[in-house]
């Protein structure tokens, strides 16, 4: 850990960053980001059209053994359906996240002998690493398998032209602006009596830099 010098320039995003999210987060049934407008599983299951799925490519270092000593990073797609839709306030600026509920990658991921992309919904993993910032997201659709329903084929909709107007501070992904439909708020309950089993959603695997708090 080190402490931020006064001939260090922090930015004022990543002081409010370092202060923590207010506690009182609104969540969404529905969210308009990146020319794509998103809904809730629940949300999805009142409409005709479906705007839950979404799909995430993330660099991963597969590891086959205990006994793997040279891992290689590599991409891997991950599949899943939105739960909730969060909003962070950080007083300067606004971060929505998704939280959802991702396919199994070994079992529940198949590609056809037609290239298409299958997955079984069913088979649900990474509950510990569930959210994603909403930029992160592409969004894609789910159509069930006439030839076995377990399955659901993916597909992707056309790209959308979006002029990404948000990305001049110096975060480069924070969402300043985006449009939505509250639902309602939530407390966020800081605790400082966690032991080792309590899940959290702060980093503890990287070093920190402390700010002073001026």
């Given at each position: 850990m080190e402490l931020a010098t006064g001939?260090?320039?922090?930015?004022?995003?990543?002081?409010?960053?370092?202060h923590g999210p207010h506690p009182i987060v609104t969540t969404y049934n529905s969210y308009a980001i990146n020319g794509c407008h998103?809904?809730?599983k629940s949300q999805d299951k009142n409409k005709t059209v479906q705007n839950s799925g979404v799909s995430l490519v993330a660099k991963t270092m597969p590891v086959c053994s205990s006994k793997d000593k040279n891992p290689i990073i590599g991409e891997m797609s991950f599949y899943g359906v939105i739960e909730k839709i969060w909003e962070l306030n950080y007083n300067?600026?606004?971060?929505?996240?998704?939280?959802?509920?991702?396919?199994?990658?070994?079992?529940?991921?198949?590609?056809?002998?037609?290239?298409?992309?299958?997955?079984?919904?069913?088979?649900?993993?990474?509950?510990?690493d569930s959210f994603?910032?909403?930029?992160?997201?592409?969004?894609?659709?789910?159509?069930?398998?006439?030839?076995?329903?377990?399955?659901?084929?993916?597909?992707?909709?056309?790209?959308?032209?979006?002029?990404?107007?948000?990305?001049?501070?110096?975060?480069?992904?924070?969402?300043?602006?985006?449009?939505?439909?509250?639902?309602?708020?939530?407390?966020?309950?800081?605790?400082l009596d966690l032991d080792e089993n309590t899940p959290t959603y702060v980093r503890a695997d990287c070093e920190g830099t402390w700010i002073a708090n001026e």
């Open positions: 001939d260090v320039e922090v930015s004022d995003n990543l002081r409010w960053i370092a998103y809904h809730t300067s600026f606004k971060v929505a996240i998704f939280k959802c509920d991702w396919v199994e990658n070994s079992g529940g991921f198949k590609t056809d002998e037609l290239g298409f992309v299958l997955v079984d919904l069913s088979r649900v993993r990474h509950k510990n994603i910032f909403a930029t992160q997201a592409k969004q894609v659709f789910f159509v069930e398998d006439p030839s076995d329903s377990r399955w659901s084929i993916v597909l992707t909709p056309p790209q959308r032209d979006f002029a990404d107007q948000y990305n001049d501070d110096k975060l480069g992904d924070t969402l300043l602006n985006c449009q939505g439909m509250p639902k309602a708020t939530i407390d966020i309950e800081f605790r």
